[in-house]
């Protein structure tokens, strides 16, 4: 169904706005109604709805931009391993196979590719200027911090980011992982919470 949807949202024919717009509408009620069991299928969601907005296809921005921005809204808003951050127009997708995928929507394309975590991604948030990101993954235990801004290392290691810093985190929050979430309290620390309480508070490496 998903890949079906994405053929139809690229279509480049003339007169197929409204079809465009269908399938990523499509997209977005399964979302609604499936939620937490659809995970695994995030990354093809987020490539589905964010092609429409490639600036170097303006055929496929026709009549789509504001029905993409809109899907990627609400699968924000229902998954804590997702996060947009709109300083720098960049969108943290965490998989199930515990990478954290970074997106320009300024290009529609996939800016870093964060490899560390062994299991699943279960939250993840960046800080608010967009420059650093915390992932946590309950199956391996582990809060990660990422340095996320354009300068630095990035400009040497191409599409691969670099972990900065492996925190170990002792409770089990394994049961009802879509409970979890990460919040920035300051420019310098996040909390973890778990159905809304608040496991522990970390601090970001210097």
Same mark, same amino acid.
């Given at each position: 169904f998903c890949?079906?949807?994405g053929e139809q949202a690229v279509l480049l024919e003339p007169g197929m706005e409204r079809t465009r717009r269908a399938a990523i509408s499509a997209i977005v009620s399964l979302v609604r109604m499936r939620g937490?069991?659809?995970?695994?299928?995030? %990354?093809?969601?987020?490539?589905?709805?964010?092609? %429409?907005?490639? %600036?170097?296809? %303006?055929?496929?921005?026709?009549?789509?931009?504001?029905?993409?921005?809109?899907?990627?809204?609400?699968l924000v808003r229902r998954y804590p391993m997702m996060h947009f951050n709109h300083p720098t127009q960049r969108l943290a997708v965490g998989t199930v196979d515990g990478v954290?995928?970074?997106?320009?929507?300024?290009?529609?394309t996939k800016w870093r590719i964060l490899q560390g975590h062994q299991r699943a991604i279960s939250a993840l948030s960046f800080s608010a200027a967009g420059d650093w990101v915390a992932s946590y993954s309950a199956g391996d235990r582990t809060l990660r911090w990422w340095l996320a801004g354009s300068n630095g290392?990035?400009?040497?290691?191409g599409l691969q980011g670099s972990c900065q810093e492996v925190v170990q985190v002792a409770t089990d929050l394994t049961s009802d992982e879509s409970a979890t979430t990460l919040e920035w309290t300051s420019p310098t620390c996040v909390a973890l919470s778990h159905r809304k309480e608040i496991v522990g508070f970390f601090a970001k490496p210097v």
């Open positions: 890949s079906a949807m937490a069991s659809l995970e695994a299928e995030l %990354p093809l969601f987020v490539d589905t709805v964010m092609t %429409p907005l490639d %600036p170097s296809v %303006p055929q496929l921005r026709v009549g789509s931009l504001s029905v993409s921005t809109a899907a990627l809204r609400e954290v995928l970074l997106y320009d929507l300024r290009t529609a290392l990035f400009g040497f290691i």
